[in-house]
């Protein structure tokens, strides 16, 4: 199946300061990546839909200003978590498609666990 | 009402048991059904996706009721190496895509 790389698996900052994490697609073009969060023993929840060459699209409730989500390629999604705070602390994981249509499988990268200390 | 519902869990069963997973979903027009699998502190993995007519893929079958808005996910004759949680997830209609999660259901497999 098609890869999904995340990085870094594992960050731990300080509060107040900003988290950039990656997400590649190695071996297709993703013009779509989604970005999630998930706390310990919760559902994985959508925080927003990246695009490639435009804004994206935040799930009611997220932060946009706080959560900056850049698509600057077909490969690359990148979100910063700004100022954070301890309770920004969760396992942040991105997703994208590989093919056109929203029928196709998406694939994760391997998650990004975030403590802010 | 959450978007997708699924049984609480966790499900303890002996190898070899039969386990069925239930999901609910309240968007009637949700559009794609999937079953994930997710390992302990790891990313989900596509187990199958849920078809209209139903679909099976070796020790695994999954069901769709549109009209309950209803998706089941049954393993038969359940291994040690199927301990994991099951996620219900379905796409919204009109979306790019979007895969929402339900919260998972967690299974062990004892032997």
């Known amino acids: 199946g098609a890869v999904v790389s995340q990085h870094p698996s594992r960050v731990i900052c300080k509060s107040g300061t900003s988290v950039k994490i990656e997400c590649r697609s190695l071996?297709?073009?993703?013009?779509?990546m989604f970005w999630y969060r998930q706390f310990p023993k919760q559902s994985l929840m959508l925080m927003a839909t990246?695009?490639?060459?435009?804004?994206?699209?935040?799930e009611q409730g997220v932060e946009k200003d706080k959560f900056l989500i850049n698509h600057a390629s077909l490969t690359l999604s990148t979100l910063t978590v700004t100022s954070a705070h301890p309770e920004d602390s969760s396992f942040y994981i991105c997703?994208?498609?590989?093919?056109?249509?929203?029928?196709?499988?998406?694939?994760f990268g391997q998650g990004t666990r975030l403590t802010v200390v | 009402r959450k978007e997708v519902e699924q049984d609480p869990g966790p499900f303890n069963v002996p190898e070899g048991a039969t386990v069925a997973f239930n999901c609910t979903y309240s968007?009637?027009?949700?559009?794609?059904f999937f079953w994930y699998r997710q390992d302990c502190r790891k990313e989900p993995k596509l187990l199958m996706s849920?078809?209209?007519s139903g679909n099976e893929d070796g020790r695994f079958t999954a069901q769709l009721n549109r009209a309950s808005q209803y998706i089941s996910l049954l393993i038969r004759d359940s291994k040690l190496s199927d301990s994991a949680t099951y996620l219900c997830?379905?796409?919204?209609?009109?979306?790019?895509?979007?895969?929402?999660f339900g919260k998972g259901t967690k299974l062990s497999v004892k032997p």
């Open positions: 968007n009637s027009a949700s559009q794609s």
């Open positions: 071996d297709f073009q993703a013009t779509t």
């Open positions: 990246s695009n490639e060459g435009s804004k994206a699209t935040y």
């Open positions: 997830v379905v796409t919204r209609r009109g979306s790019q895509g979007n895969l929402i």
């Open positions: 849920v078809y209209s």
């Open positions: 997703s994208a498609r590989e093919g056109p249509t929203k029928y196709t499988e998406a694939f």
